[in-house]
Every structure is written in structure tokens, then in C-alpha cells.
């Protein structure tokens, strides 16, 4: 069964510090305000960076730059971008150096990882946010870079994108999406993408809207990976959820660890905070052969369906083709009915 490890496996100044940098509370303070990173322009200058699994092969590094170029943009590679420490791309104070030096780096537009796979939860308290608040960037990415967005949106107010990492395939609509966000700063309305074997069919197969809770519901954006979000759960790393729409997703998952996910995310208290809900797509999340297994659909409504929120699953957002670019920490208003997130704002500045 693929899981999250095998699809990433498929798709294919601050000074350099080894010491602990003590976790600040920067935006979790009163008054919290979102801080927009400045737009993408032609000739930017992207970073490339390994906060997680290793790149073994060296090919790799030189696609992610030719994407980078076709773009429009400029590959800087970061000092430890091909180091290796076991499954790791280089020790964990090693690969968060590479980030706070991108941040203080007053050349550096925007940051791209080569890939998730694991390991940005080990280097979280060695990010000098201090740093990163007062020198916003675009940061994009998914699967386990959820923990880099996610944690970096918490502690500086700085809207992060759950976006392609730099592996990923890099298609004409998936680059159509990270246009518009992030460099025309467009307004946009994310809804489901028809599937093109159903263009031939009488009915949608594929990407269905399946409504939990019906309603209409405003909040900021925060979000990403399902197992690596609530490992969140109890760190100075998870955001204030109140009020807030909550969007997730998975891959290869048993129901049962999905079940085991939310539970945990009920019982701390993160769910009954929330405004709005949000369950994007879990390939290879199905009972299987599992006798007398709850389904995905059974799992979602014993957890959500009690809030009383405007909630829905079946989004196209995942670990799939065409990732699409959404802001986390960035306004939205939601449709549970129509499956759709609205952008009330522009994510970037235009500074």
C-alpha cells in the first residue's frame, strides 16, 4: 500500500548554530497579526533546501533547479543541501542553519524544499524565529514540511504555502496555481478539479464533494499533513485553532490510525476550537481487507459531524497530482455545501 514515505519516494545573518535556540512565543502573544511575505517576481532569487529526507542522487538536485529557472526564477543552493546524516539530509542544527541563513539572506525571495519525507518536527527549536519574523519570506511545501509551515506560522504571524515541494511534478496546472498566488497575488477560489476520465461520463466519479455539517463559515487557514499536524499537538509549534478552518490530509493510512489521528486531536481540545473543517484526499486510506473496519466517511462524521461546523471531505488537496498553492495563516471563507475555499485576501505584499 503507498503511504506518504513511498509517494515522496515516487515524486521524485544568522550564524550557523549547533546550539538549542529557545523557542519565542512571538505570535501567540496579544494582538496576533498575519504577516504577508513579499510577492514573487521575475528573477527572484529562490532558496533550495533539504530540511527533511536526504537527496541521494545528485540529478534530482538539478531538476529541482531547472524548475526553478523555468519559472523565471533564481536557484541559490544552500550550504547543506546534499548533506546526509542517515535518512536525514545533514544534522538537524545543520539543516536548520540552512533555513535561519535563507531567511537573514536579504537576496532570498522564497524558500523551496527538494523534498518532505521526515525530519523538519526534529529541527523546529533550532529555527531562529526572531529572525524569520523580521525577514519575511515565502516558505512553500507539504506532506512533512506541514511541521516547517505550520510551526513558522505559529511562532511569527509569517503566511506559509502548503504548496509543491521542489520535486514534484511541475505541470501545467499545479504551476498555473503557484503563479497566481504567489507571484499576481490573486484572490482565489479553490474547488474541486474535474478528473479527466469523467469528461466522457453522464456523472462525477472522481473528486466528489461529500458535506459533513452544511454552512458557510470565515477563519484563517491552517493546515496540511494529518499525522504530522498532530504531532504537533502539546508543542509551543501548533497555532491558536480558535475559530479557525482546519483543512488535513493523508496517504496510505489504515482507517483505524486515522481514527487514532483525530481522536487525539479531540481529546487535547484542538477540535472544539476550530470554525470550520476541511478533509482533503487520503489515497490508499481504505479498510482493505480489514474485517469490520470503519470507513474513512464513518470516521470523519463520529469526529466531526458533533461540532456542528461547516465541514466537508473529499477536497482535492493531497498528496497528488496538480498541488495547488494555499495560504496557511491567510483569511478564507469556506462553503461546506459547494466544497469551496475562498480567498478574502491576497496572500503576499506587494512590497
Given amino acids: ?167 514534484t511534478s511541475w505541470r501545467t496546472q499545479q504551476t498555473d496555481y503557484f503563479r497566481r498566488v504567489l507571484f499576481a497575488g490573486e484572490k482565489l477560489i479553490f474547488k474541486n478539479i474535474k478528473d479527466a476520465d469523467d469528461n466522457d461520463r453522464l456523472m462525477q466519479v472522481k473528486y466528489r464533494i461529500r458535506t459533513i455539517n452544511s454552512g458557510i463559515v470565515r477563519g484563517r487557514l491552517i493546515g496540511g499533513n494529518l499525522s504530522v499536524f498532530s504531532t504537533l499537538v502539546g508543542s509551543p509549534y501548533l497555532p491558536n485553532l480558535k475559530g479557525a478552518i482546519l483543512f488535513l490530509e493523508e496517504i496510505g493510512e489504515n482507517i483505524y490510525r486515522i481514527d487514532r489521528f483525530l481522536t487525539h486531536l479531540k481529546l487535547a481540545g484542538v477540535l472544539k476550537q476550530i470554525g470550520g473543517f476541511i478533509f482533503g484526499q487520503c489515497p490508499g486510506c481504505n479498510p482493505g481487507t480489514d474485517y469490520g473496519s470503519l470507513t474513512l466517511e464513518q470516521v470523519l462524521s463520529d469526529h466531526i459531524k458533533p461540532l456542528n461546523i461547516p465541514a466537508w471531505h473529499g477536497a482535492t488537496i493531497g498528496h497528488m497530482e496538480n498541488i495547488r498553492t494555499i495560504p496557511i495563516g491567510s483569511q478564507v471563507e469556506i462553503n461546506a455545501d459547494s466544497g469551496t475555499i475562498t480567498m478574502l485576501e491576497s496572500a503576499v505584499s506587494w512590497s
Fill in 1 to 167: 500500500m503507498l503511504n506518504r514515505r513511498d509517494f515522496l519516494k515516487t515524486v521524485a545573518a544568522t550564524t550557523a548554530v549547533s546550539t538549542l535556540i529557545q523557542p519565542l512565543n512571538l505570535a501567540q502573544a496579544a494582538n496576533f497579526k498575519s504577516i504577508k511575505p513579499p510577492r514573487l517576481k521575475p528573477g527572484s532569487v529562490i532558496g533550495i533546501v533539504s530540511p527533511a529526507s536526504a537527496t541521494f542522487v545528485r540529478e534530482e538536485l538539478d531538476i529541482v533547479q531547472d524548475a526553478v529557472r523555468a519559472l523565471g526564477l533564481i536557484p541559490q543552493l544552500a550550504p547543506h543541501v546534499l548533506d546526509k546524516y542517515g535518512y536525514f539530509a545533514g544534522k538537524d542544527g545543520d539543516r536548520a542553519d540552512d533555513i535561519n541563513q535563507l531567511f537573514a539572506d536579504p537576496k532570498v525571495t522564497a524558500i523551496l524544499p527538494i523534498r518532505g519525507g521526515w525530519g523538519c518536527s526534529r529541527i523546529l527549536p533550532y529555527l531562529n524565529y526572531e529572525v524569520i519574523q523580521n525577514n519575511p519570506k515565502i516558505i512553500v511545501g507539504f506532506s512533512d514540511i506541514t511541521a516547517l509551515l505550520v510551526a513558522i506560522h505559529a511562532k511569527t504571524g509569517l503566511v506559509t504555502f502548503h504548496s509543491p515541494n521542489g520535486l
